[in-house]
């Protein structure tokens, strides 16, 4: 089975654009979550969708949005792009809402250069 | 004050070192407990996975989680050079484990 698939993989812009990333979740995972992982640093959460629904957002500004497509895939807006977005974009899939056990799996990112 | 603190290192040994990678944390509504590896422009993929305290073995790998010292600890048994990698421990509490808080990773280098 293919794992979590990740579109663009490398894209370069510049500040002020616009920018969309897509996820394409492990067949059978309904939730899809977005994490933001600057180099160095470990990966931050910023958005959750179970069901189409956003079930947890992070601390970053409203300039990200996020949805979740009736098949379960994903895509991931930035808006009015600064320098410091410049980071690897990770999206991660599991079978459930995140209660009680389970395992996220991630994958491989799309990383963004903002110039 | 961050919510999890991991060294980065980097950390380097030699081929068969006994590893012991740790995180601390501030938050004791943390429940679930991951170590992430991953490999330079790669996704991180899920070593381990603790529920509460205690201890889980998993071939060369064994997690130890402390919850009254806010402590969890990763160790690597004869390590091997394709264990070389970044290592992230991460949590969750009651927001479930897909909202997980990672620490900033220690870079693992095994030299044979």
């Known amino acids: 089975d293919a794992g979590v698939t990740q579109s663009p993989t490398h894209l370069i812009k510049t500040r002020g654009q616009h920018v969309t990333l897509r996820c394409s979740p492990i067949s059978g995972h309904k939730s899809v979550s977005w994490y933001q992982q600057v180099l160095g640093q470990g990966p931050q959460f910023i958005f959750q969708y179970y069901e189409k629904e956003e079930r947890g957002r992070g601390n970053f500004p409203d300039r990200f949005s996020a949805r979740q497509f009736p098949n379960y895939s994903s895509e991931l807006n930035v808006n009015a792009l600064l320098l410091g977005d410049s980071a690897l974009y990770l999206c991660?899939?599991?079978?459930?809402?995140?209660?009680?056990?389970?395992?996220?799996?991630f994958g491989e990112g799309s990383r963004l250069t903002v110039l | 004050q961050k919510e999890v603190e991991q060294d980065p290192g980097p950390l380097s040994v030699p081929e068969g070192a006994i590893v012991s990678l740790n995180c601390t944390y501030s938050?004791?509504?943390?429940?679930?407990f991951m170590w992430y590896r991953q490999y330079s422009r790669k996704g991180p993929e899920l070593l381990m996975y603790?529920?509460?305290?205690g201890n889980k073995e998993d071939g060369r790998f064994t997690a130890q989680v402390d919850k009254s010292s806010k402590y969890i600890s990763l160790f690597i048994r004869d390590s091997q050079p394709s264990d070389s990698a970044t290592y992230l421990c991460a949590m969750s509490g009651s927001g479930g484990y897909n909202k997980l808080i990672f620490g900033a990773g220690t870079r693992l280098a095994v030299h044979p």
């Open positions: 938050n004791s509504a943390f429940q679930y």
């Open positions: 991660a899939s599991s079978r459930t809402s995140g209660k009680g056990t389970g395992e996220l799996f």
């Open positions: 603790t529920y509460s305290s």
